[in-house]
């Protein structure tokens, strides 16, 4: 199970740290994702971290502003976003695979309930 959080309404300019928390199983063998939806929009992807934390990959719109990063000892992953403009709103989920590839692809295998990111300007 995934549990995100820390989903919010800020103005443009600010920042968020979102939070995915697995439990049930251990995950330090998972990468790990983020995908945002938008209203009306299909969920896309935002960023992913592979198992050991050797690769990354991020959407081109938040490249520089987001990391994402994860802390294995406790079973979690971390989305801080910088910079937040209103489009970075939508609902945002996070997912978990056995395989980089296809947690980015958006096939991965666990998701998580979204988080509510608003962001005014």
């Known amino acids: 199970q995934l549990q995100a959080s820390g989903g919010g309404l800020v103005q443009a300019g600010d920042s968020l740290r979102l939070s995915c928390t697995a439990s049930g199983r251990p995950f330090s063998w998972y990468s790990m994702g983020w995908f945002r939806q938008a209203p009306g929009k299909e969920r896309v992807f935002v960023a992913a971290?592979?198992?050991?934390?050797?690769?990354?990959e991020y959407v081109e719109s938040v490249k520089g502003r987001f990391t994402i990063s994860r802390d294995s000892g406790k079973n979690t992953v971390y989305l801080q976003m910088n910079s937040l403009s209103p489009e970075d709103t939508g609902v945002y989920y996070c997912?978990?695979?056995?395989?980089?590839?296809?947690?980015?692809?958006?096939?991965?295998?666990?998701w998580g309930q979204g988080t509510q990111v608003t962001v005014s300007s």
């Open positions: 997912a978990a695979d056995g395989q980089f590839t296809t947690v980015v692809s958006g096939h991965a295998g666990y």
């Open positions: 971290i592979r198992w050991d934390g050797g690769s990354t």
